[in-house]
């Protein structure tokens, strides 16, 4: 490549006339030429197939937002389950961190020993974190969006902490159908491979004002949507629809709950196993809910993805397992 400076004009005979650089005459800097590259477009195709909830922990978890919260504040948690080889996740259990919601903010204060404690328990199940569930509260039912600007950087940021391909993002919702009332309505989607790249760069306005848009998400730079270069950029655009199924899953969601309103106590244990007498302990102890709290005595390392192994293979739980379960019943 040759460089040449001289000072002074001279005019070529037949030469078209030079115009300054850059397209329609505007001088490009660095980063007018990345952004060109940042050309933000809507993804048609997910990379999961389709999105498959429990029945009972996404009942346990809608049930609780409608009957207790009234859908007056968020409440999130994350799902736990499998991705099958064609791409589908199966959701089995979800985990609901320490938080604090708010009409329109969810703050999750995680517990870095307990969400030890859940992995441990998601591994001798043979089960891996796959998505972030949520609910929107009544206060945005009338809005025109589907996500939030909030709620798109919070789905983001757990998406891409993941870095699982197939990782899905649900929304638990009340919509007015035909006869007026309400109905509990589920979506799912995966943030787009052009967000999670957004984020990833630091593009993303972190702080969100009073007076945003919250159907906009507000860059630091300009990018392309369509033949525009914008610093807003909708919602939807970063959005990608999956299909929902449900499924009977192996474990049950009877057990107080983690991090609500009342914690789960030694009563609580020996309520849940006098419950089923009949029944042997390792079908007790099938329910993730459970496991968590029996977790907190137990060594994470080894005797909790033990004792998982044991309800993923419904075999019999050692014995030293069960009398100190027993005995902890037996505190109370």
Known sequence: MLFLAYDGERSIPGAPPVTPAGSFGRKMTVDDLIARQMRVTRQETSHCDSVSFDRDCANAFQHYVNDSLAFAVKRGGFMYGTVTEEGQVEVDFIYEPPQQGTEANLILMRDADEEKRVDAIAMGLGMRKVGFIFNQTVMQDKTEYTLSNAEVLQAVELHAESELQEWVTAV???????????????????????????????????????????????????????????KEVDNDFFLVLVRILDHQGPLSSAFPIENRSSRATMRDLKTHLDRAKSLPLVKKMSDFHLLLFVAQFLDVSSDVPALAECVRLQSPVPEGYALLIESMANTC
């Open 172 to 230: 638990v919702k009340l919509e007015v159908n035909e006869d007026g009332g309400a109905d509990v309505h589920f979506e799912a989607f995966q943030m787009s491979d052009m967000c999670i790249r957004l984020f990833k760069e630091e593009w993303f306005e972190t702080e969100i004002m009073p007076d945003d848009d919250p159907k906009l998400s507000k860059m630091k730079k300009e990018v392309v949507v369509g033949v525009k270069d914008l």
